[in-house]
């Protein structure tokens, strides 16, 4: 008959009035600017900067590629890179950005600038509490307010920055393990040739030895210039052993 | 004593326009009739807003308003009317470019107006009605279907596709909705003889039996004041027949390009009218300032119209919490295939219960009681039937694929 | 002494409202039928409608002045307003005349029929009188003699409002051929 | 106060508005509005002769409330008959309905 099921969601609405008052756990709202909900960890609100260690501007990550600048769709983003360059976490030096603003009141929260930025440099925030009384200046963040740190972004993803660090923890060991034997390869040549002018007897073996190391050497060009700085290693280490037997 | 406590309001009008000279008095009495109303109906109308929005919260399991603070003291979002007005006021009024600069001006007041004017004929206790009138029913729909007017003046002047859209979806239910709302009260004018509605009120006194004669304790009665309901929650574009203004589709119908004090003006002319229908369903069908048995009438008549003025008022806010939005085909349908009739129906059987109230033989109460109330429910179920294509049953979705 | 400046001050403001009632109206009359627009035509003609009622109001015709704005202000109104809509025609084009190519005429036929009327008016001394201090047509009044006297009519008035109802309907149906 | 004359050449001049209105404007729209304005005028008449007569005697009441019935059913037809016009010719102008024009 017309009219029960109006009744019935009446009585409904009418328990949910009488109830609210006295089971607290019925309210499904919180009161939000005392209390906020979780974080979400694939919540994203507006990019920002990671910065490794303790001083933001010399562990910034960004090397100045414009890369996420030039896919930006509603090219919210503008760079200026910095003439004087740092060393990136691997000893490389890299380009910095001398400006890096984001005009979050342009930006759409699309995460593009994540996607392609090979450096894990830009990532998505969490923060929503944006306002601000001005209606250009407030929103235009610059590189000081788009920095945070490493340990924060470990906060706010936690998974995917353990995946970050482990494999940045990867490439370092990569790195020192291949500047090294880069090194011992310098050294061992170096002997060689040295052993060379000395005395040619077992000079074809060697040679032949270290061809393999030797057609190595073009692809990592500008590895030799940072070996030479650091070339005082110690000698003996694992792959040089066997050639060092003889 | 109950008496002079009763009459307190209408000796104190009588002291208050003894007091001028002679000459203003008709002015005067005019004055104290209309401070009161607006102000009382005013403080009703804040009052409304606050509790409406508590309510919906609770019903939907939420808190409400409750953050206004006065001088850094917790009011549990009781001046939220305050801080919304004060918002209101100081907003900038925002007039479209193309707007009909002065349609779209006048529309908030012809609305406005009338809604005010409805309350003069309505009693609001013994002897507490502001001007008396003959024909008061006539004047309370003549005045009240001046709103569809100004709706269509907000639409139309504004220029804009939605605004137009919401106002004709407005005077199209308006319309449809005003048919059924005066056949409804047709029957209560036939039986008490009188389209004043002091002399309505004075029909469903207690007189000489122990219960009050409320003509919703009838058959045609409580069918007419179900019809009546609907009809003046559709009357006043509240949910669930919140069309012309459903935001989900149309922005806000006919009030998309108001802003500040005119936007203000067109919420406080709804909810005034919404007052005044919700007074007249008291007048007509609960009694007006009657109470509902001899050992109740020490309590003044003006709180016996009040409270069954609250009692409906709140009914309307839970309704509103409860019911989804109709789409408009089924608004009409429910306007001319369901009310209408019954409307009609009620007529006769408002007709039959005065004749065969002249019975005299043994059990012709009962047997008067069953035909009426068979002649009511029948109807009903037979309507609402049709309504539904003829079969009831939860409806199926299809999805498109 | 009292009683009686109470009633003139009555009856004095009485006939300032008519005068106030009567200039509105014919304001409303006027610009409904001159202006290009016809959302304001109607608007206009909806003010001119609203005066004459509270006219009747002003003669001690309640019903009539209630049925008046229910009637004029709550159906013609919005029905003439419906039928600009419906049709499309809402602006007159600048450029294009609105009034007919024999409109001088009209215009003296117009005064010619104002003529005739007005000068019986004020050449007839008897129309020249007052009116009684009150008067009313009380509803129940109204009632018996509908229900009375004028049973008839009202039977073929309700014939007439349903044929109309149903004419205008199958008149304004759109045709299934279209 | 006021007399009777002021009431009737009020509505003298309300119906020659409105007769000058269904004369002249070529809007079929404006020319019903005209003539409602005439039947408005009349009905003013009615009432004032009657509360300037016997008051005793509601018959102009009476005539007037037959009238605006009437003339409620006529701004029906009326406007029915404007849509269905311009459904056919797709104007309003009266002096564009000239087919039965000789």
Redesign the interface.
């Known amino acids: 008959m017309l009219g029960l099921g109006i009744i019935k969601g009446l009585v409904e609405t009418g328990r949910n009035f009488v109830g609210s008052y006295f089971k607290p756990e019925r309210l499904v709202t919180i009161q939000y600017p005392e209390k906020h909900l979780p974080p979400v960890e694939a919540a994203r609100t507006i990019p920002f900067l990671v910065y490794d260690g303790k001083d933001s501007m010399k562990g910034l990550r960004c090397t100045a590629c414009t890369i996420c600048e030039t896919e930006c769709p509603p090219k919210c983003i503008y760079i200026v890179k910095d003439t004087v360059k740092k060393p990136d976490y691997l000893g490389k030096m890299q380009n910095q950005p001398k400006v890096f603003d984001i005009d979050i009141s342009v930006c759409m929260g699309c995460g593009i600038c994540v996607e392609v930025c090979p450096f894990e440099s830009i990532k998505m925030d969490q923060v929503f509490e944006l306002s601000g009384s001005d209606r250009f200046g407030a929103m235009l963040l610059h590189k000081a307010q788009l920095v945070k740190s490493n340990d924060y972004f470990g906060e706010i993803c936690h998974e995917q920055a353990t995946q970050i660090n482990a494999a940045r923890a990867d490439d370092v060991r990569k790195a020192e393990a291949k500047a090294k034997a880069d090194a011992d390869a310098k050294a061992k040549a170096a002997a060689v040739a040295v052993s060379n002018a000395a005395a040619g007897v077992a000079a074809v073996a060697a040679s032949s030895m270290t061809a393999t190391p030797g057609t190595t050497q073009p692809d990592s060009k500008p590895a030799p210039k940072a070996a030479s700085t650091s070339t005082p290693l110690p000698a003996p280490s694992k792959p040089t052993v066997p050639s060092a037997t003889p | 004593m109950i008496d002079s406590l009763d009459q307190i309001f209408v000796s104190l009008k009588h002291w208050l326009v003894g007091l001028t000279p002679e000459a203003w008095q008709p002015l005067v009495s005019i004055l104290v009739s209309i401070v009161p109303i607006m102000a009382l109906f005013g403080t009703c109308f804040a009052a409304t807003t606050i509790f409406e929005r508590k309510i919906l919260g609770r019903a939907q399991n939420r808190l409400g308003p409750n953050r206004v603070r006065a001088f850094g003291v917790k009011t549990f979002g009781l001046l939220q009317p305050i801080a919304d007005g004060i918002k209101m006021l100081t907003k900038e009024d925002i007039v479209p470019f193309a707007a009909d600069k002065v349609v779209h001006f006048l529309a908030p007041v012809v609305l406005t107006t009338p809604a005010w004017m409805l309350f003069s004929v309505i009693p609001l206790g013994r002897n507490m009605a502001a001007i008396d009138l003959d024909a008061g029913i006539l004047f309370f729909f003549a005045v009240g279907s001046a709103s569809e007017l100004a709706v269509f003046m907000a639409g139309w002047s504004s220029k804009n596709k939605y605004s137009l859209v919401g106002s004709m979806r407005a005077i199209a239910q308006m319309i449809s909705y005003e048919v059924p709302l005066v056949l409804s009260t047709i029957p209560v004018l036939m039986l008490a003889g009188t389209l004043s509605p002091s002399q309505v009120v004075e029909a469903q006194g207690v007189g000489t039996g122990f219960f009050a004669h409320w003509f919703v304790f009838t058959p045609w009665g409580l069918s007419g004041f179900v019809v009546f309901l609907i009809a003046a929650t559709a009357e006043s574009n509240r949910s669930p027949f919140d069309l012309p203004e459903a935001e989900s589709e149309i922005i806000a119908g006919f009030l998309t390009e108001y802003s500040g004090f005119k936007y203000a003006l067109f919420f406080l002319g709804e909810y005034i009218g919404l007052f005044a229908v919700a007074g007249m369903a008291v007048t007509l069908f609960l009694g007006g300032w009657q109470a509902p048995c001899k050992a109740l009438e020490f309590i003044p008549s003006y709180l016996w119209f009040f409270g069954k003025f609250a009692v409906l008022i709140v009914f309307f806010i839970w309704v509103r919490a409860t019911l989804p939005r109709l789409r408009l085909d089924q608004l009409l349908a429910l306007a001319w295939r369901f009310l209408v009739p019954l409307a009609l129906i009620n007529l006769v059987v408002a007709a039959l219960w005065h004749f065969m109230g002249s019975w005299q033989f043994i059990a012709a109460m009962p047997v008067r009681w069953g035909i009426c109330a068979m002649l009511v429910v029948l109807p009903f179920v037979w309507f609402a039937r049709l309504l539904n294509g003829g079969k009831v049953a939860p409806r199926k979705y299809r999805y498109a694929e | 002494m009292?009683e009686r400046?109470?009633l003139a001050?009555?009856?004095?403001?009485?006939?300032i409202a008519?005068?106030i009632l009567?200039v509105i109206?014919?304001a409303g009359?006027?610009a409904?039928?001159t202006l290009r627009n016809?959302?304001?035509?109607?608007?206009c003609?909806?003010a001119?409608?609203a005066g004459?009622a509270l006219?009747?109001l002003q003669?001690?015709?309640?019903?009539?002045g209630?049925?008046?704005?229910?009637?004029?202000?709550?159906?013609?109104?919005?029905?003439?307003?419906?039928?600009?809509?419906?049709?499309r025609?809402t602006e007159?084009q600048a450029g294009v005349?609105?009034?007919?190519?024999s409109?001088p005429?009209?215009?003296a036929?117009?005064a010619l029929?104002?003529a005739a009327?007005?000068a019986p008016?004020?050449l007839t001394p008897e129309?020249?009188?007052?009116?009684?201090d009150s008067?009313?047509?009380?509803?129940?009044?109204?009632g018996e003699?509908?229900m009375g006297?004028?049973v008839l009519?009202l039977e073929v008035?309700g014939l007439?409002?349903t044929s109309?109802?149903l004419?205008?309907?199958v008149?304004?149906m759109?045709d299934k051929k279209? | 106060m006021t007399p009777l004359t002021h009431y009737l050449i009020f509505s003298a001049l309300l119906f020659c508005i409105g007769f000058a209105g269904a004369m002249m404007r070529r809007n079929a729209i404006l020319v019903l509005i005209g003539i409602e304005l005439m039947l408005n005028a009349a009905n003013l008449n009615f009432i004032a002769f009657w509360r300037y007569g016997n008051t005793e005697a509601i018959s102009g009441v009476m005539f007037t409330i037959f009238s605006i019935a009437i003339a409620a059913a006529e701004a029906a037809v009326g406007l029915a008959l404007v849509i269905a016009i311009y459904r056919h010719r797709r104007t309003m102008q009266m002096d564009k309905f000239d087919t039965l024009k000789g």
């Not at chain 3, 005349?97 to 190519?101: P, V």
């Not at chain 3, 008067?135 to 109204?142: E, G, H, T």
Request: hydrophobic residues 70%; charged residues 5%; glycine residues 4%.
């Open positions: 009292a400046l109470l001050n009555i009856v004095m403001l009485n006939s008519f005068y009567a109206t014919l009359a006027v409904a039928l016809l959302v304001h035509c109607a608007l003609v909806a001119s409608f004459i006219i009747y003669l001690d015709a309640e019903f009539v209630f049925a008046q704005i229910l009637v004029y202000i709550g159906a013609v109104a919005i029905l003439v307003l419906f039928t600009v809509l419906l049709t025609g007159v005349a609105f009034l007919s190519r409109w005429a009209g215009l036929v117009t029929v104002f009327i007005a008016i004020l129309l020249h009188k007052l009116a009684a008067a009313s047509a009380p509803v129940r009044k109204i003699e509908l006297n004028y009519p008035i007439l409002l109309a109802l004419g205008a309907v008149i304004a759109q279209d």
